[in-house]
């Protein structure tokens, strides 16, 4: 089912997310939820959703990796590769802004199905991008934090007189 996404200021966007102990039904309903939210994501597109953002404060997401949606139970990032990279990011929870964060390039993470069994795998380019942005929703971090301590600048989407959709510098936003 389609929920609504939270937004900030919500609370629960800042919560520490908990553990997954029982691999049952709810577990299932969460991420079917999730995928069908993200699916109904159009513009822009969704890339990935964590529970807290549906109100669920539990530790998993959905991320859309190479056309399909795969979801992440209790995932913890075991090797940030050295090098880093600079890329744009929005989140559907901190509606129509954008902003560049640095990140490792490259991620070693291993997390649980929706069954409990556990995988490993090795993540680089926007899988590794996407991963490391929904692992922070579930320490209650978002991509703007990044912006800020990393003196990064907020944009937002504006049209041009031609109608044309732009980037547009926006003054920093206190209380996120
Ligand atoms: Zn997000």
Redesign the pocket.
Known sequence: MVKPIFTIPDKRLRQKSEEIIAFDKTIGQIIADLTDTLVAQTDPPGL???AP?IGITKRLFVAKIRNKFKAFVNPQILKFSKKELALL??????PELYGHVVRPAEIDITACDRIGKQFKNHYKGLPARIIQ??V??LNGV??VDHVHNQNGKLFKVEKNKKGKEQLVEVSRLIGL
């Open positions: 990935g959703l964590s953002q990011e929005g989140c559907f929870s901190v942005h929904e922070d929703h978002l991509f």
